[in-house]
């Protein structure tokens, strides 16, 4: 569960188009984030999907009309608007999104609209040849400028048959925005770079030497730091994970890429977090065909992989620099050791080989060290509260007060 979703008051705007029916996934998810969810469907939208649907994935209400919202026990449309922390419309029509750049209010949802002082996000869906319409790229813009979000569409095969943008996004990435808009930004103006994953080094065509990092850890890293307003910069090895919206992603495969691509980027960041496990070694000599093994015995010579940390801690100036520390044992000793041999201004260390922490986990289990000796030990937690944990710190170290939504 996300805390940054818990309890928070969310108003769901549904204007009538085949998409309806993705704003009952995308209910049944906030929902289970513990967010309190008010639905407002237009006339339209209940064509396509009855409010009874949506009225058994929620207990804060399903309203349909402007005037039905009196009866007793009923919010409002003024009481919606002052209870709503965010407004989601999710499909958002042409003609919703028309009445909104607008001002126009004559029903339930385009009053509420107008009334709540709440962030509000559109997700517009529609036929392509509507979306390119210089009309409503045109009204897009003025909600824009009246502060209001805008998640462009996906593109793909629409129901009509067209293919283009115009598609619903997908719930997660939905989510995603909806995440960014209730998270402090006091990261702005900050640029963020981030490593992630393991590296491989290449024995032939067919072979390397790696370990098992999964990028789960600095994926989460790059994803918090986006959300709280910064310049996010992924560099990561081998992996299968796709990052969110907004975030610039290099991928590379050797230590000496990441290398390259690293020092590239580093004098223009200000937060460098370096989650990477980087191959210590690498094959002294690539063999450029595969080696059969009736053919030979395999024996590899190994040379050290440059310390792409110890590179940073001599070259940083302005950068507030972060490095982790996998360790079997002695943890704090060594991490300690690190800290000080890499001129770092923050350690992250873990324990490998315990349940869930470490390596492919969605959890971990972290001790936080700094140069002036101050440590902070956490206990099992998502890796997606670790970064945000390590956030803090690094605001707090760099004396900064945490800005507001």
């Given at each position: 569960?996300?805390p940054?979703l818990?309890?928070?008051?969310?108003?769901?705007?549904?204007?009538?188009?085949?998409?309806?029916?993705?704003?009952?996934?995308?209910?049944?998810r906030?929902?289970?984030?513990?967010?309190?969810?008010?639905?407002?469907m237009t006339?339209?939208?209940?064509?396509?999907?009855?409010?009874?649907?949506?009225?058994?994935?929620?207990?804060?209400?399903?309203?349909?009309d402007l005037?039905?919202?009196y009866r007793?026990?009923?919010?409002?449309?003024?009481?919606?608007?002052?209870?709503?922390?965010?407004?989601?419309?999710?499909?958002?029509?042409?003609n919703?999104?028309?009445?909104?750049?607008?001002?126009l209010a004559d029903?339930?949802?385009?009053?509420?609209?107008?009334?709540c002082p709440?962030?509000?996000?559109?997700?517009p869906a529609?036929?392509?040849?509507?979306?390119?319409?210089?009309?409503?790229?045109?009204?897009?813009?003025?909600?824009?400028e009246?502060?209001?979000?805008?998640?462009?569409?996906?593109?793909?095969?629409?129901?009509?048959?067209?293919?283009?943008?115009?598609?619903?996004?997908?719930?997660?990435?939905?989510?995603e925005e909806?995440?960014r808009?209730?998270?402090?930004q006091?990261?702005?103006?900050?640029?963020?770079?981030?490593?992630?994953?393991?590296?491989?080094?290449?024995i032939?065509?067919?072979?390397?030497i790696?370990?098992?990092?999964?990028?789960?850890?600095?994926?989460?890293?790059?994803?918090?730091?986006?959300?709280?307003?910064a310049?996010?910069?992924?560099?990561?090895?081998?992996?299968?994970l796709?990052p969110?919206?907004?975030?610039s992603?290099?991928?590379?495969?050797?230590?000496l890429?990441?290398?390259?691509?690293?020092l590239?980027l580093?004098?223009?960041?200000t937060?460098?977090?370096?989650?990477a496990?980087?191959s210590?070694?690498?094959?002294?000599e690539?063999?450029?065909?595969?080696v059969?093994?009736?053919d030979?015995?395999l024996?590899?010579t190994?040379?050290q992989?440059?310390?792409i940390?110890?590179?940073?801690?001599?070259?940083?100036?302005?950068?507030?620099?972060?490095?982790?520390?996998a360790?079997?044992?002695?943890?704090?000793?060594?991490?300690?050791?690190k800290?000080?041999?890499?001129?770092?201004d923050?350690?992250?260390?873990?324990?490998?080989?315990?349940?869930?922490?470490?390596?492919?986990?969605?959890t971990?289990q972290v001790?936080?060290?700094f140069?002036?000796?101050?440590?902070?030990?956490l206990?099992?937690?998502p890796?997606?509260?670790?970064a945000?944990?390590?956030?803090d710190?690094?605001l707090?170290?760099?004396?900064?007060?945490?800005?507001?939504?």
């Amino acid at each position: 569960m996300n805390p940054l979703l818990k309890g928070k008051h969310i108003v769901l705007g549904i204007s009538g188009g085949i998409a309806v029916y993705k704003a009952v996934e995308l209910l049944r998810r906030l929902s289970d984030q513990e967010a309190q969810v008010a639905v407002i469907m237009t006339r339209n939208a209940q064509r396509f999907v009855a409010p009874l649907t949506f009225q058994a994935l929620t207990p804060y209400g399903v309203y349909t009309d402007l005037f039905d919202a009196y009866r007793p026990g009923a919010m409002d449309h003024i009481q919606v608007a002052g209870w709503a922390d965010l407004i989601v419309l999710a499909p958002a029509t042409a003609n919703s999104i028309a009445k909104a750049a607008h001002g126009l209010a004559d029903d339930l949802l385009s009053t509420v609209l107008l009334a709540c002082p709440a962030p509000k996000l559109f997700c517009p869906a529609m036929n392509v040849r509507m979306f390119e319409n210089s009309i409503l790229q045109a009204n897009l813009q003025i909600l824009r400028e009246n502060k209001s979000h805008v998640l462009d569409p996906s593109s793909g095969l629409l129901a009509c048959g067209q293919e283009g943008a115009g598609r619903l996004p997908e719930t997660e990435l939905i989510i995603e925005e909806i995440l960014r808009l209730l998270s402090p930004q006091d990261l702005a103006g900050e640029e963020v770079l981030v490593t992630a994953g393991c590296t491989r080094e290449g024995i032939d065509p067919v072979r390397f030497i790696s370990n098992p990092s999964t990028g789960k850890m600095g994926f989460s890293l790059a994803q918090v730091a986006r959300r709280r307003g910064a310049k996010v910069t992924l560099i990561t090895g081998p992996t299968p994970l796709e990052p969110g919206p907004g975030i610039s992603i290099i991928r590379v495969t050797s230590a000496l890429e990441m290398e390259k691509e690293v020092l590239r980027l580093f004098p223009k960041a200000t937060i460098v977090i370096k989650s990477a496990a980087v191959s210590d070694f690498r094959p002294k000599e690539y063999i450029p065909q595969k080696v059969k093994k009736k053919d030979a015995t395999l024996q590899l010579t190994l040379v050290q992989n440059p310390d792409i940390l110890r590179e940073l801690g001599q070259k940083k100036k302005k950068q507030f620099l972060v490095g982790f520390a996998a360790e079997t044992r002695d943890l704090l000793e060594n991490a300690s050791q690190k800290i000080k041999e890499k001129n770092l201004d923050m350690i992250v260390a873990n324990p490998i080989g315990k349940p869930d922490a470490g390596f492919g986990w969605d959890t971990n289990q972290v001790l936080f060290l700094f140069p002036d000796g101050k440590t902070e030990s956490l206990p099992v937690m998502p890796k997606e509260d670790i970064a945000g944990l390590i956030f803090d710190n690094i605001l707090n170290r760099k004396k900064k007060k945490p800005g507001k939504l």
